[in-house]
C-alpha cells in the first residue's frame, strides 16, 4: 500500500512539473518581445564576459608556459673532477625547492646555443672540438618558477660552482608583469561578471513585472505562491540557459577558427603563443557560462516575483 501511494505521490509530481513546464513553455511565447529582450541581454552580456574569459585563460596559460621554462644553469667549475662533479650534483639536489638537476656537456651546451642563434650560428661552428670554451653546467628546476631565485643564491655559494645563471633581471621582472596582469585580469572578469548580473537580473525583473496583473488574478482565485512560483522559475532558467547557450556557440566557433589558423600557420610551435586546445576551452566556457546564466535567470525571476506574491 505504501508503495502504491509513493508511486501514485511521484507520478503527481511529475505531472504537477509537466504541467509548469508547459505553462512557462506558453508564457515564454505569449511575451514574445520580452522573451526575446530578455535572451538577448542574457546573450550580449554572456557574450563579452565570455571573450575576455577566453582571452583571459589563454594569457593566463602562456604566462604559465614563461614560468615553467625558468631554469637555473649552473657552469661547473673547469678544474672540477667527474667525482666533483658528482657531489655538485648531490649538493644541489639536497636543496628543498630544487625538483630536478640535469647534467648539461659543454658539446650539447654549444650545440643549444648553435641552434638557438640561427642565422648567426656559423661564428659558434668554428668552436666544436677541442676549441669548445665552454664549461660543463647543470640544468636546475624548481616545483615552482617564482623559487628559482633563491635557489639560485643557494647555488652559488657550493663548492665547485663557476657561475650561475637565469637571467636575473628578465626573470625578476616576468614575475612581476605576470602577477599584475593575472590581478588586473581577475579584477576585471569579477567586475564585469557583478555587472552581467544586476544587467540580466533586471532585464529579467522587467518581465515579470509586466505581467503582475496576471500573478494577482492567480493568487485572487487561490493559487498557492508554490503554483505562481514554479512557471516563473522554469522561465527564468530557460532564458538564463538557452542565453547562455548562443554565446557559447558564438565563442566556439569564433575559437575554432583561430585555433586551426594557427595549427595552419605552424604558430603553436612557438613557445609564447600556444593556446589552449579547441575542445579543453569549449567544455569549459560552456559549463561555466551555462552556470553563470542559469543562475542569473533563476535568481532573476524569483526575487521579482517575491513581492507580487503578497496578495
Known amino acids: 500500500m505504501f508503495v502504491t501511494m509513493l508511486e ?41 564576459v565570455g571573450l575576455f574569459l577566453a582571452v583571459m585563460l589563454n594569457l593566463n596559460s602562456i604566462a604559465s608556459q614563461v614560468e615553467n621554462n625558468v631554469e637555473v644553469r649552473v657552469f661547473i667549475d673547469n678544474t672540477a673532477t667527474k667525482t666533483q662533479q658528482q657531489e655538485l650534483k648531490a649538493n644541489i639536489s639536497k636543496l628543498k625547492d630544487v625538483k630536478s638537476v640535469t647534467f648539461l656537456s659543454k658539446q650539447n651546451g654549444l650545440k643549444q646555443l648553435i641552434n638557438d642563434m640561427g642565422k648567426d650560428s656559423e661564428v659558434f661552428k668554428s668552436l666544436e672540438g677541442a676549441q669548445n670554451p665552454l664549461p660543463d653546467a647543470y640544468i636546475v628546476k624548481t616545483y615552482q618558477p617564482k623559487q628559482t631565485i633563491a635557489v639560485a643564491n643557494s647555488i652559488q655559494k657550493i663548492q665547485y660552482v663557476d657561475s650561475v645563471r637565469y637571467g636575473k633581471a628578465y626573470v625578476e621582472k616576468l614575475f612581476k608583469v605576470i602577477d599584475f596582469a593575472r590581478n588586473v585580469g581577475l579584477v576585471l572578469i569579477i567586475g ?90 569549449s567544455l569549459e566556457m560552456t559549463g561555466f557560462l551555462v552556470i553563470i546564466g542559469a543562475c542569473i535567470g533563476v535568481w532573476g525571476s524569483t526575487t521579482s516575483i517575491r513581492k507580487f506574491l503578497k496578495v
Open 8 to 48: 501514485g505521490s511521484t507520478g503527481m509530481k511529475l505531472r504537477t512539473v509537466g504541467r509548469h513546464a508547459k505553462e512557462s513553455a506558453k508564457s515564454l511565447g505569449r511575451n514574445g518581445w520580452m522573451t526575446f529582450a530578455s535572451i538577448s541581454a542574457v546573450t550580449v552580456a554572456l557574450l563579452l
Open 192 to 281: 564585469l561578471l557583478f555587472t552581467s548580473i544586476f544587467l540580466i537580473a533586471n532585464t529579467i525583473k522587467l518581465t515579470i513585472v509586466s505581467r503582475q496583473n496576471e500573478i494577482e488574478i492567480m493568487k485572487l482565485v487561490g493559487a498557492t505562491n508554490s503554483f505562481v512560483r514554479w512557471p516563473f522559475f522554469l522561465e527564468g532558467l530557460t532564458l538564463g540557459v538557452v542565453g547562455a547557450l548562443i554565446p557559447s556557440a558564438i565563442i566556439g566557433f569564433g575559437y575554432r577558427a583561430l585555433y586551426n589558423l594557427f595549427l595552419d600557420n605552424n604558430y603553436q610551435s612557438y613557445v609564447f603563443i600556444k593556446l589552449i586546445p579547441f575542445n579543453t576551452l
